[in-house]
C-alpha cells in the first residue's frame, strides 16, 4: 500500500549545454553540479512535486484509510459532518490532479537526472567514470531508502528508485527520445494490466460475484453446498480485512507506541512489500522514468514548446480522465467508500489514467513557470525542489512525530479538512527552511551528504559571496534567464527573475 505515497529519489546533476554556459571542465565529473549550471525549470518541478505528493501522503500519515487515498475511520467517517460538500470537493480535486500524478512527476524527473548526468559526463569527455558513479548514487540511494523505510517512515519510496536506477535505467540513456516516449507508454500499460493482479483486484471482484449469489441463496432459504459455504467464508474474512476502525477519541495516547516497536514493524512491513511486491513497483516507475527521459530529450520539459502545444496537452489530459474520476468517485461516495466498487472504478483504469492526467497536470505547471506570475513563488519553490531529498525526510519526520511518536498523537483523531489545513502549516515549514538553508549553503544537509558519498570526496558546502555582497552562482531556466537568487539584496529581487 505504501508504494501509492512514496516520493521519488532526487536528482541533482543539470545539464548547460543549452544555456550557453561555460563547462567546468577542471572540474570534470569528480563532483557535482554547480548551482550555475542548475535549470530552474527542472527545480521548479522538483519542489512543486515534494510539496504536491504530500497532499497524497498525508492521509497515510493522519489516519486509517483504504488504499489510494480513500479515507475511513476518522471522526468524520464517510463524510457525514457538516463540511461534508466541501470535503468531497477536496477528495474529488486530489484524485484528479494529485493521486498518482505527483509520483508520476516524480519518476519523470528522476530520469531526467540521468540524461542530465550523461549529457554532462559527454561534454567534459570523462564518460568512463559516469558508470561508477552513477552505481554509487543509486546504491547509497538504497541504503538511504532502507534507513527511512525501517527508521521513520515505512511508505519509502527511495528504494524503489534506486532499484529502478540500478537495474534498468542506464543501459537506456542512449535511446532516441521516440523510442523513449514509446517505451514509457508502453511499461505503463503493462503495469496497468498487471495492477489488478498485484492487488488481487481481479479475485475480490469474482470473490465478492459469488459472494453475492451466495448471500442471496441463503437468504432464499436454499440450501448450501460445501463450496458455497467456503465462498461464504472467504468472503466474509476479505470484508473483514477491508475493515477499517475507527481509533479511540482519547487525546491520541492509545495509537501512541514505543520507537522500537514501530521500527520492528516498518521493518517487517518494508521487507515482505521488498519480497513480495517490490517488482510491480519497480516497473510502475520505471515507465515514468523513461517517459521522463524523452520528454526532456525532446524539450519538453525545459518549456521550449509554444504556449498553446501546453495548452492542448493540458485540456485533452483532463477533458479525458476528469470526467472518468468524477464518475469514479461519485460511485464509490454513494457506496460509503465499499472496496468492491473502489477497485472496479478506480483502481482497474489506475495506471492508464495516471498517464494521461499526469501529462495534463505537468503541462499545467509547464504554462505556469513559463509565465512571468508569481516571481517569488517560483523562486520559493526551486529553493525547495533543490532541497527535495532533505525536505522529502524532513516531512517524514515532521508526520511521524505529529502522528505517532509523541504522547499526544493525532493519528485518526482530526478531521480530514483539519489534517488538510496542517499539511499546509508542513508546506510552509519546507519552504521557509529551504530559503533559508540555501542563503548560507550550497546544497541542502542530505544532498550534501549523498553528493559527498557519491564522489566518494567531501564537497564544498558554505556559499561563495561576490564582493556585492550577493550570491554568484545564480541557476538558469531553460532560456538562459536567471532565477531570483534569496541571498540577493530585497531592491535587486524585482529584475533578476528575466534579465
Known amino acids: 500500500m505504501s508504494f501509492s505515497d512514496g516520493v521519488a529519489a532526487i536528482t541533482s546533476i543539470k545539464e548547460t549545454h543549452k544555456l550557453g554556459a561555460t563547462p567546468q571542465t577542471s572540474q570534470a565529473l569528480r563532483g557535482p553540479v554547480t548551482r550555475m549550471e542548475r535549470i530552474a525549470s527542472i527545480d521548479t518541478l522538483r519542489g512543486i512535486a515534494l510539496l504536491w505528493i504530500l497532499f497524497s501522503n498525508i492521509d497515510i500519515f493522519s489516519g486509517p484509510e483504504t488504499f489510494f487515498e480513500l479515507p475511513q475511520g476518522l471522526p468524520d467517517t464517510t463524510f457525514m459532518n457538516a463540511h461534508l460538500y466541501l470535503n468531497l470537493l477536496s477528495l474529488f480535486f486530489k484524485w484528479i490532479t494529485t493521486e498518482g500524478k505527483a509520483r508520476f512527476l516524480f519518476s519523470i524527473l528522476f530520469g531526467v537526472g540521468l540524461c542530465l548526468m550523461t549529457e554532462r559526463a559527454e561534454r567534459m569527455d570523462r564518460t568512463g567514470s559516469l558508470a561508477d558513479i552513477y552505481l554509487r548514487r543509486n546504491l547509497w540511494l538504497c541504503v ?68 453475492q449469489a451466495v448471500v442471496h441463496a441463503r437468504q432464499a432459504g436454499a440450501p448450501l453446498t460445501p463450496d458455497q459455504v467456503k465462498i461464504e467464508e472467504q468472503w466474509h474474512a476479505l470484508q473483514a480485512a477491508h475493515a477499517v476502525v475507527v481509533p479511540p477519541l482519547d487525546g491520541g ?52 514548446y509554444s504556449w498553446r502545444t501546453y495548452v492542448w496537452c493540458a485540456f485533452f489530459g483532463l477533458l479525458f480522465s476528469a470526467p472518468i474520476y468524477v464518475t469514479g468517485m461519485w460511485k464509490v461516495y454513494q457506496n460509503q467508500f465499499n472496496f468492491i466498487t473502489a477497485e472496479i472504478w478506480l483502481y482497474l483504469p489506475y495506471e492508464t489514467l495516471k498517464l494521461i492526467s499526469g501529462i495534463g497536470m505537468l503541462s499545467i505547471l509547464l504554462l505556469f513557470i513559463k509565465s512571468n506570475l508569481l516571481r517569488g513563488v517560483k523562486t520559493a519553490l526551486a529553493a525547495v525542489g533543490q532541497m527535495a531529498f532533505t525536505n522529502y525526510i524532513l516531512t517524514s519526520l515532521v508526520c511521524q512525530w505529529l502522528f505517532m511518536w509523541n504522547p499526544w498523537a493525532l493519528y485518526g483523531k482530526l478531521t480530514y479538512l483539519q489534517h488538510h489545513l496542517l499539511m499546509s502549516c508542513i508546506w510552509v515549514l519546507n519552504i521557509a527552511a529551504s530559503l533559508l538553508w540555501l542563503r548560507s549553503f550550497q546544497y541542502g544537509p542530505l544532498e550534501w551528504v549523498w553528493r559527498s558519498l557519491t564522489y566518494w570526496k567531501l564537497q564544498p558546502m558554505r556559499r561563495y559571496r561576490s564582493s556585492f555582497g550577493y550570491g554568484i552562482d545564480n541557476p538558469r531556466i531553460a532560456d538562459g534567464s536567471i532565477i531570483r537568487d534569496v541571498t540577493r539584496p530585497r531592491e535587486m529581487h524585482g529584475t533578476v527573475w528575466r534579465q
Do not use: N
Not at 511508505?155 to 517505451?183: E, F, N
Not at 503495469?191 to 492487488?199: D, G, T
Not at 521493518?267 to 527521459?293: D, K, Q
Open 144 to 211: 538511504f531508502g532502507l534507513l527511512h523505510g525501517i527508521f521513520i517512515w515505512a511508505g519509502d519510496i527511495l528504494l524503489t528508485y534506486g532499484l529502478a536506477g540500478l537495474l534498468v535505467l542506464y543501459p537506456c540513456r542512449k535511446l532516441g527520445a521516440r523510442t523513449l516516449l514509446i517505451a514509457g507508454a508502453l511499461v505503463t500499460c503493462v503495469s496497468s494490466l498487471l495492477l489488478p493482479y498485484f492487488l488481487g483486484t481481479t479475485g475480490d471482484i469474482d470473490l465478492s460475484r459469488q459472494g
Open 253 to 304: 495516547r492509545s495509537q501512541a507506541q514505543p520507537y522500537l516497536a514501530t521500527v520492528a514493524g516498518q521493518f517487517h512491513a518494508l521487507f515482505t512489500e521488498l519480497l513480495i511486491s517490490r517488482g510491480f513497483v519497480v516497473l510502475e516507475a520505471v515507465g515514468g522514468m523513461l517517459f521522463g527521459m524523452g520528454l526532456y530529450k525532446i524539450g519538453f520539459l525545459l518549456a521550449k
